[in-house]
């Protein structure tokens, strides 16, 4: 078996995926009951009980929602920052201590043939990572949570044959949306969340020859639709001469409430 992946909810009211290999199954984030993620595991034929470990982007509700619950169900590693630790310590209930893995932003972990990669987010939480994930010559990345897509960023995300991108807003709709405006300014902030505009902008310098499948993710249920992150996504680069269909790049669904096919990164 090669490197797969699956996005097993996305959006404001929860957030997981999980990746895996010839020899390892994980986790990124937990942001839903533990009994919401046992579900949406079993509809990919899975279990906890095939999960290696648990991988944190950051401290937020929608992350961790499920984590504590599934963790000591599991007996599972949780891997995060020391200062992501320190956010969450309190929200994720009592872990034995062997089970508490303190990574640092940039290193490099290993799970037998899979190499993941951290890197730094822009993104109001204490501190926030994404994660890249390689076996052989396959490679997916996942980027969601950011304000902006730093030079580092795309530094890492690059040659990925697969991306889960953040296309969290409409900038029209969250304007005139219910939303306060001190919510509305954090989520436009270079510490908030990325529009379609901007994911568009993004993706034409995150574009590789190897590019594939790129799923646009965490969207907003009030503030966005995944038809209008398509159509503005795909109007930004073509407006910048990357005409996604001729480089057979697909853009993606991801649902909050369902996961994703398997995606084995098959061309």
Known sequence: MGLS????????????????SKDV???VDA????????????????SGEHLDGILVTHEHSDHIKGLGAIARKYKLSVYANEKT???????????EDEQKKVIEIGQTL????????????????????????????????????????SAKVREKILDSDAIVLESNHDVEMLRVGRYPWNIKRRILSDVGHLSNEAAGE??????SENTRRVYLAHL????????????????MCKERGIHLENRRVKLMDTYYDRPTLWDDLDY
């Not at 956010?87 to 872990?95: D, E, I, R």
């Not at 990669?117 to 996942?142: N, T």
């Open 202 to 207: 993004a993706l034409v310098q995150l574009l």
């Open 25 to 27: 199954m994980l986790m």
């Open 5 to 20: 992946f699956s996005v097993l909810a996305s959006g404001s009211t929860g957030n997981a995926a999980v990746i895996r």
């Open 31 to 46: 942001g839903l009951s533990a009994k919401k993620l046992e579900q949406l595991l079993s509809e990919r034929e899975v």
């Open 220 to 235: 907003s249920q009030d503030h966005n639709m995944m038809d209008l992150a398509k159509l503005t996504v795909n109007t």
């Open 85 to 95: 630790w320190e956010a969450m310590n309190k929200h994720v209930g009592q872990l």
């Open 110 to 149: 290993q799970f037998g043939e899979l190499t993941v990669e951290s890197y730094p987010l822009s993104h109001d939480a204490a501190e926030p990572m994404g994660f890249c994930f390689r076996q052989g010559d396959r490679k997916v990345s996942i980027a969601t949570d950011l304000g902006y897509v």
